[in-house]
């Protein structure tokens, strides 16, 4: 709740006292510091004016995790279970001024992803797509390095999964989902 507090705080702040620097023409890259997402978080991003920017990010994701149990002396089950995630989105960005130190913005683009789970007893494949909007603030530490506390809020999913059970069960499910959420992120922007 802290984070989202400070987040919306900086970005109300920076509406009143702050514009964007110099972006136009410029490449940025990124890297998320903190956030809700347990995968590194890299964007590309490329100022084509002062106010306006397209970013393209890629998450990556892999776990493995395994365990044992023991339900009486004779009977022990252990099991490891794999995940790997990965995902891209893009975004249109527009500044809402143009030239300071502190930088409102606000965000729409398209998202990707596709993630496996497998494990002894069960598989698990799904892919999804959808479209969000989102909000933050770009903090200009000097014309080459930025903070951005960056606020996904609504976004649109469309997945389709695939579960394996044993060697002949199969389930699979189509789903539509509409999420408001406040989950606020720090990245960190070097710009060149």
Do not use: C
């Not at 970005?11 to 620097?21: D, K, P, R, V, Y």
């Amino acid at each position: 709740m802290k984070r989202i507090i400070i987040s919306i705080v900086i970005f109300l702040l920076s509406i009143a006292i702050g514009e964007a620097g110099e972006i136009d023409g410029k490449w940025g890259l990124g890297v998320g510091i903190y956030g809700r997402s347990t995968s590194p978080n890299i964007s590309v991003m490329r100022g084509i004016s002062n106010r306006t920017a397209l970013l393209g990010s890629v998450n990556l994701g892999f776990n493995r995790s395994a365990y044992r149990s023991e339900r009486d002396s004779t009977e022990v089950q252990e099991d490891t279970r794999w995940y790997t995630s990965a995902g891209i989105s893009g975004e249109w960005r527009r500044y809402t001024r143009a030239g300071k130190t502190i930088s409102p913005y606000f965000g729409l683009g398209p998202s990707f992803g596709y993630s496996i789970s497998e494990s002894s007893r069960s598989d698990r494949t799904s892919w999804q797509t959808g479209f969000g909007f989102s909000f933050g603030a770009e903090y200009f530490v000097n014309e080459h390095l930025t903070l951005s506390t960056h606020l996904p809020v609504l976004r649109y999913t469309f997945r389709k999964s695939r579960s394996k059970h044993g060697s002949d069960t199969e389930y699979r499910d189509t789903s539509h989902q509409v999420s408001f959420a406040l989950n606020p992120s720090l990245i960190v922007r070097l710009y060149f």
